[in-house]
């Protein structure tokens, strides 16, 4: 076995750059119930110890602390209220009430919404969050307003408003930008230089193709998606599109807009072969995860998880350009030998 001769910061940063690593990184994305019967399985008592023994280059994200108006319980800074939904081997929060939703005009919700306010975070002790972590990516700020949108107004409503409602949602999305906009600026400030990655996402992807038309998607999400690019490369760090499903039809405009990693690759789904997006955009683009979520990590053999790893390695990272890691989060079905079979082969097969 080869001897590693970077830290996990330098081999991102060498494939993210378009240099050559010692090995293909490798990246963890799991529930908390996935994660704690991984390091059941392993041995390991905390995630530094899983993370070591299965050589994963873990991301470490650093975040302002919340000190604003008190919020109650189950809700969060928008207002919204969860509950947890209990699906059998962990649960999930799902939002239960949507703030927004009853109003019908820019003016009602001007009226009767107040907006988080930046300021309402405390920024000051993000340099002592990365101390101990010199080694690893760093990941800050960042923008998913869309989502946030749907936690405001209802997922039906949401998806409605982008043709019955539009100057609800260009209201509401430049004030969740400008939010995340603050925010990540204030980030990059405290800690000049550091902060490797910050995500732009976005799902606009289903499974067979995308969610939102292209039309609405230009219009709506990315005028300020690229007002977060630019503002991110200005302080140095690589911009991280996670784009859940079929996104390729949308994939040359975030290129144009200046993305620099595609995450998470469902391979799966319709139009996402990974030979053909090598093919088209691999030039361009950084390639993150690709381990499929759908079939392979949860009920595939470790035969077939082993195969996959291999694949991915030969199809997209030929010539550099990719991280391998979970095409989302991990879930409490995947047993824990297709995992570790997932890192163990990444890590035996990977060196370049």
Known sequence: MPKESMTSRERWLAVLTRHKPDRVPTDYWGTKEATEKLMRHLGCRTRPQMYRKLHIDYVVTVRPRYRGPRIAPNMDVFGCRYRNVNYGSGSYRECTFHPLAAYNSVAEIERNYHWPDPDWWDYSDIP?????????????????????????????????????????????????????????????????????????????????????????????????????????????????????????????????????VLNPIQWRCKGMEREGLKRDFGDRLVFHGAMDNQYTLPFGTVDEVRQEVLDNLRILGQGGGYILAPCHNIQAVSPPENIITMYETAYEYGWT
């Open 128 to 260: 002592e969050q990365i101390k101990g972590h010199e080694t690893q990516p760093i990941r800050g700020g960042g923008s998913e307003p869309f989502l946030t949108y749907k936690y405001l107004r209802g997922d039906e409503q949401a998806f409605m408003d982008l043709v019955e409602s539009p100057e609800i949602v260009h209201y509401c999305l430049d004030k969740l930008f400008n939010l995340a906009y603050e925010n990540t600026r204030r980030i990059y400030e405290r800690i000049p230089g550091q902060v490797m990655i910050t995500y732009v996402a976005e799902d606009m992807g289903g499974q067979e193709d995308l969610m939102i038309s292209l039309k609405h998607i230009r219009a709506y999400l990315l005028p300020g998606m690229k007002r977060m690019i630019d503002l991110a490369h200005q302080a140095g760090a690589f911009v991280f599109h996670h784009n859940d499903g079929n996104c390729r039809p949308v994939i040359p405009d975030m290129i144009s807009l200046g993305i620099d």
